[in-house]
């Protein structure tokens, strides 16, 4: 820590002179974003030291086909992370659905580990942001505490549970492993999460201006079928159009 507390005294004093001059707003992001440049490199120097590297040993599955428990690919990606307290960028991952774990190679090292999932506070890969709710009298209506896909965020927000199945078929040759999605849907409007499948139970969310939704829905032709993902994330843009 003390290598880190000279570092941001650095950089303090050789913008504190041009921030003098700017309004307060360039002043904070100017800061902010210094501050940020400083833990990055710290984080680099420190290299497997760094508390992002102390997770356990993963296990992989022995699967076949391109059905597989992973989000998207289990190829890792580059991505950004909140890991205790701390945003890492440019960090390669892969997220394991069916074991819900985040996954990074050790440091330097063709060898996979999960990270402690209480650290993570959101991470971002293949252009979807996950974050992780705690559940609790609040929020009761979720299927319980882990990542949820932040599918859309405005006056609403319309979140994602990604979750995958097993399903195993017994050949000649053995048995047959494949992964099958299985994504669960909530939005979130007045502080309150409410489970959503079809045009029928998103129209009930935004009952308040359920004509105005459904008649936009109508007009740009928008189906909830086979892709209630789409449906839903188009009804929430366009209540918000409509409230505001």
């Not at 699967?63 to 992973?70: A, D």
């Not at 979140?159 to 017994?170: D, F, M, Y």
């Not at 492993?177 to 669960?184: G, L, N, S, W």
Request: with cysteine; proline share 3%.
């Amino acid at each position: 820590m003390r290598k880190i507390f000279i570092l941001l005294t650095a950089i303090f004093c050789c913008t504190a002179n041009k921030s003098f001059s700017q309004t307060d707003q360039s002043d904070s992001s100017l800061y902010q974003q210094s501050i940020q440049n400083v833990i990055e490199v710290y984080y680099k120097s420190v290299g497997e030291n760094s508390h992002l590297y102390n997770g356990s040993e993963y296990v992989p599955y022995n699967y076949q086909g391109n059905k597989n428990p992973y989000f998207e690919t289990g190829t890792l990606q580059n991505a950004a992370i909140g890991y205790d307290g701390v945003v890492y960028n440019n960090v390669p991952l892969a997220y394991d659905i069916y074991k819900e774990e985040v996954i990074i190679n050790k440091y330097n090292q063709n060898f996979r580990i999960k990270l402690v999932n209480d650290k993570i506070t959101w991470f971002s890969v293949l252009d979807h942001t996950f974050i992780r709710i705690v559940r609790d009298s609040s929020n009761s209506a979720l299927p319980g505490t882990g990542f949820y896909d932040k599918l859309y965020s405005g006056t609403v927000t319309v979140l994602a549970k990604r979750k995958k199945k097993i399903e195993e078929t017994i050949t000649l040759t053995g048995a047959n492993v494949q992964f099958v999605e299985d994504d669960h849907y909530f939005i979130k409007k007045d502080g309150v999460y409410y489970p959503v499948h079809n045009k029928k139970s998103t129209l009930y969310v935004f009952k308040d201006r359920k004509r105005d939704v459904q008649k936009l829905l109508r007009k740009n032709k928008i189906k909830f079928k086979p892709n209630p993902e789409y449906g839903i994330v188009r009804a929430a843009q366009y209540y918000d159009q409509i409230k505001n």
